[in-house]
């Protein structure tokens, strides 16, 4: 089994080369204008564990007008740097199928594999900006969601 | 004058089964007997597949009217309907939505809506500006984790939707995504004098409500197939859309509002 403290690093190393990548993505800059202007533009990524990961990864980015302005790993038990406007949540698996684009994100939560909660008028509004974080980590080292064994759902 | 008009209620209201609203004189038409009754309409254990899909890029544009914006990649839905037992009787309705925006708001317009009954058909039309239009519309109980919705009209099968039922509920909840989505309307009167522009032109929103969920669960799209028709204009929405997106399956009461007009 594999435990958060095996994989802080990892986790930490990745959630860097994305906010990275998401400062380098016009594309993202272009849909996710005006993001966290008039509100609190902090979402949630709750990983679940599953397989052989023995607890949740859980991702705090701290998004505003297109930019990434940082992306905190939060330790299990602890809580975000602020209230998240939105959380989506899933098994690590899902994660992975998402990423990897077996599934689509919007796909994913009617089909009740990804939870969202928070502000419902912000996931009608920035749609694209959503589809954008996923087609970002395409411009990471994602060996965090292929290294382990998560299982077969 | 006024004894006369009261008469002509009472008389009415005789007339009408247990139960039933009493209907407004000089409200809809014909005046003593108007075809529907004023709203907020209630529809109690309705049912209903929503699936999402997302327009080609540039389409939606052709479609909505210049107050409102197109939100690419957005939620567009496919709203399949049966309502047992509504304020104006039971009857199908089926919605094709665009997501948009009016002012920075994002909404719904909707692009075609078909009912099968015409007291729905009237009050939708006249009331919020609904561009529906009489159809035949079914929408199949589950069967096999399977249900599907179909639409006819003038002998052709021009929209065929299919879904699978998952086990669980979509990941978000559907009262929320319903009532956060503002439905708009363009509501167009023709003149009776003039064919060079509608007598009335009005930029209509309304918000649903949605109560007493019995059913909520997520749903996988095994397809969505359209038709080309000359009498309707939905596969030109749907012939280049996502439409492998999911949706949701729900059972509860619904409840349309009077609207407003935004311009």
Redesign the interface.
Known sequence: MVKFAEIEQMGKAWAAQYCKALNASATYAKVAKGWGLTFDGGMLFVMEKCGEMEDDITAFLDLKDGKCLGITIVAPGKEPPRKPILTLRAPMLTWRRIIFKEIDPIGAIMQGKLALTGEMTLVMRYTRAAVELVNVTENTDRALFTKFNLGDG | MAPKKSSQAASTKEKQPAGTPSRQIDYSMPRQNGLFIPPPYTYPKMRAIIV?F?CAPGVKEKFLPPELTP?????DSIFIAEYPNSSIGPYHENLILL?C?YKGE?GSFVYNIYVDDDAAFAAGREIWGFPKKMCNISLSQPEKGMVRGTLTRKGVDFLDVQVEL?D??????PK??LE??PIYNLKLIPDVADNSKPVLRQLTVTNMKYNNFTTS?????NYVRSKFSQHDTCHEILKDAKT?????YIKCDQILPNGSVLE
């Open positions: 999402v997302q939100i690419e990649y957005g939620l997501q925006e994002p998952m669980k509920p979509p990941g978000m909840d929320t995504m956060n989505m669960l997520g749903a996988k799209t492998d997106m999911g949706g949701i």
